[in-house]
């Protein structure tokens, strides 16, 4: 069911992984057991990982959110099993392009398996978008440099007239 592994895995299945999105049925049959566990006093902690793995592979943001939400209580709480939430906290927060937190999860993660392929490469893809997303900062921060001083060349060209 889940897309984990410790074998060697390219940078495009990690890209996969990525874009992989949850079928719509396939959230509401884990929706509807998380919050019938809930209103029946417990959800079990199987039960809140099959739903936080749901969320976090939703097309929408705020899904997203709830799902490193509930990753996030079940780090703190259940501590055999912090590698697998460690691997789609890293996950959620690069959909959410949170970079630097998917990162910081990653490496969490290598800490405890540090020879782990598929995460090395959630690694360095995370590296590479925060590279490319530097870049597109950087060259939107020039641009709009460029366009208050082009502006300002005007309005001083203007002035001179």
Do not use: W
């Not at 690069?94 to 392929?117: C, D, G, V």
């Not at 709009?144 to 300002?152: D, E, H, N, Q, S």
């Amino acid at each position: 069911m889940y897309h984990y592994s410790r074998t060697a895995n390219t940078q495009s299945t990690m890209e996969e992984i990525l874009n992989d999105s949850v079928v719509n049925d396939e959230l509401e049959k884990f929706e509807k057991k998380y919050n019938e566990e809930l209103k029946n006093g417990a959800v079990s902690t199987n039960t809140q990982f099959e739903y936080a793995y749901c969320m976090v592979r939703s097309d929408f943001a705020s899904d997203m959110k709830t799902g490193l939400v509930l990753l996030e209580d079940l780090f703190v709480k259940h501590p055999e099993g912090r590698r697998d939430y460690l691997y789609y906290m890293a996950i959620g927060h690069t959909r959410l392009k949170e970079y630097s937190e998917a990162l910081k999860h990653a490496q969490a993660f290598l800490e405890i398996e540090p020879n782990n392929q598929q995460v090395i490469a959630l690694e360095e893809l995370i590296k590479k978008r925060m590279d490319i997303e530097g870049l597109k900062g950087v060259a939107k921060a020039t641009g709009a440099a460029l366009v208050v001083g082009g502006i300002l060349g005007l309005g001083l060209a203007l002035l001179k007239k």
